[in-house]
Nanobody
Framework: QVQLVESGGGLVQPGGSVRLSCAASGSIFSTNDMGWYRQAPGKQRELVAAITSDGVTNYADSVKGRFTISRDNAKNTVYLQMNSLKPEDTAVYYC???????????????WGQGTQVTVSS
């Protein structure tokens, strides 16, 4: 069993900052790519940022220069530092991680339960 547990969402004013965390736990042999997605009401889920096990990052154009993804491999945890937040950043944020549960298994993408981020004055 593998679980991804997110924390850190909430209500923040425009221009403010918030940091999301996502910790993977359970039967984990190896983790490669980790990332954050978001889904606003009435819209499709979209990639926000991703990071490889070597620390190579990728961002959606809409968040470049404002958001920073990072990870702690020892803790199987991925973070998303969000600065200069805008109302259009309001969404449910989901983390994911590609995890191998044993040496013989394939990587499988696991998802967190989602955390709400609301940017409003």
């Amino acid at each position: 069993q593998v679980q991804l547990v997110e924390s850190g969402g909430g209500l923040v004013q425009p221009g403010g900052s918030v940091r999301l965390s996502c910790a993977a736990s359970g039967s984990i042999f190896s983790t490669n790519d980790m990332g954050w997605y978001r889904q606003a009401p009435g819209k499709q889920r979209e990639l926000v940022a991703a990071i490889t096990s070597d620390g190579v990052t990728n961002y959606a154009d809409s968040v470049k220069g404002r958001f920073t993804i990072s990870r702690d491999n020892a803790k199987n945890t991925v973070y998303l530092q969000m600065n200069s937040l805008k109302p259009e950043d309001t969404a449910v944020y989901y983390c994911n991680a590609n995890i191998k549960r044993s040496a013989l298994s394939a990587y499988f993408k696991y998802w967190g339960q989602g955390t709400q981020v609301t940017v409003s004055s």
